[in-house]
T-cell receptor, first 114, second 107 residues
């Protein structure tokens, strides 16, 4: 299918460990996003990046970190500082962040704490 | 601050009946509004956006700035419309999503 690929689909983490979620896109999009989805809360923005080597915090960035070294990749690290990391994580991209640009989503990664 | 509100978590309608999924927003500028849909075992995907003023799969949505609403409507619901629907607002940098409405169309 292509587009946006998130891996792995399921991820388990021990308390105190950092874990990195992968997001790759082959759409040549400039902008990429990470969301967290919890039951009954919709999607909440963690971080977004408008261009390579630049990223901005979203509404719930605490306990997370990102990097954008390549246009096609936007990995998310869930650090041990994140108190409640168990959730479903969605990555998205858009051509740019301008108004009117829709987002394309990956299949998501479900993170669970052991 | 809650920018997008979808008051109905669950909505059930019979096949062939009209359906309306409500979305209200709060934003001081000129927002861009979207509806996204997630069918069972599929990824979240764009359904329609207000700037296009188009009808997708029989769905339409009109931006009402006076009521700050962007309700999604379809005159005759089909079983294949059963899915999770999210209303979203873009301010040019970020997207703000509602909590979603799960639509079930009863055969």
């Amino acid at each position: 299918d292509g587009g946006i690929t998130q891996s792995p689909k399921y991820l388990f983490r021990k308390e105190g460990q950092n874990v990195t979620l992968s997001c790759e896109q082959n759409l040549n999009h400039d902008a990429m996003y990470w969301y967290r989805q919890d039951p009954g809360q919709g999607l909440r923005l963690i971080y977004y990046s408008q261009i390579v080597n630049d990223f901005q915090k979203g509404d719930i960035a605490e306990g997370y970190s990102v990097s954008r070294e390549k246009k096609e990749s936007f990995p998310l690290t869930v650090t041990s500082a994140q108190k409640n990391p168990t959730a479903f994580y969605l990555c998205a991209s858009s051509i740019e962040t301008g108004v009117g640009q829709p987002q394309h989503f990956g299949d998501g990664t479900r993170l669970s704490i052991l | 601050a809650q920018r997008v509100t979808q008051p109905e978590k669950l909505l059930s309608v019979f096949k062939g009946a009209p359906v309306e999924l409500k979305c209200n927003y709060s934003y001081s500028g000129s927002p861009e509004l979207f509806w996204y849909v997630q069918y069972s075992r599929q990824r979240l995907q764009l359904l329609l956006r207000h700037i296009s003023r188009e009808s997708i799969k029989g769905f339409t949505a009109d931006l009402n700035k006076g009521e700050t609403s962007f309700h999604l409507k379809k005159p005759f619901a089909q079983e294949e419309d059963s899915a999770m629907y999210y209303c979203a607002l873009s301010d040019g940098n970020q997207f703000y999503f509602g909590t979603g409405t799960s639509l079930t169309v009863i055969p």
